[in-house]
């Protein structure tokens, strides 16, 4: 059974940090290209940052392009989203994603499996 268990959100004031974390279980994570999404109240769900099955490319989404790096660990089955200077238009529930497809459309491409998704509010 794939499990993908996001952790680290929370509430932060307005151009704080936050790093998300993604443990992956019960797929071959090496084998995933891992992508970042988040949904606002009231908005549909957006793409945020994909990295491939290495780690060697990453490809962001304009909404949070230079705020945000993705990364992973596949040593822990891990994927992170480090996102900085956070505006309150941040405020989502912030989602991870694994995907078969290449990295480089795996942005705008509908993922195999999701996580829960983690809670990120952001003061101003």
């Known amino acids: 059974q794939v499990q993908l268990v996001e952790s680290g959100g929370g509430l932060v004031q307005a151009g704080g940090s936050l790093r998300l974390s993604c443990a992956a279980s019960g797929l071959t994570f090496s084998s995933y290209a891992m992508v970042w999404f988040r949904q606002a109240p009231g908005k549909e769900r957006e793409s945020v940052a994909a990295i491939s099955r290495t780690g060697s490319s990453t490809t962001y989404a304009d909404s949070m392009k230079g705020r945000v790096t993705i990364s992973r660990d596949n040593a822990k089955n891990t994927v992170y989203l480090q996102m900085n200077s956070l505006k309150p238009s941040d405020t989502a529930v912030y989602y991870c994603?694994?995907?078969?497809?290449?990295?480089?459309?795996?942005?705008?491409?509908?993922?195999?499996?999701w996580g829960q998704g983690t809670q990120v509010t952001v003061s101003s």
């Open positions: 994603a694994a995907s078969t497809r290449h990295w480089v459309v795996a942005l705008t491409s509908r993922p195999d499996y």
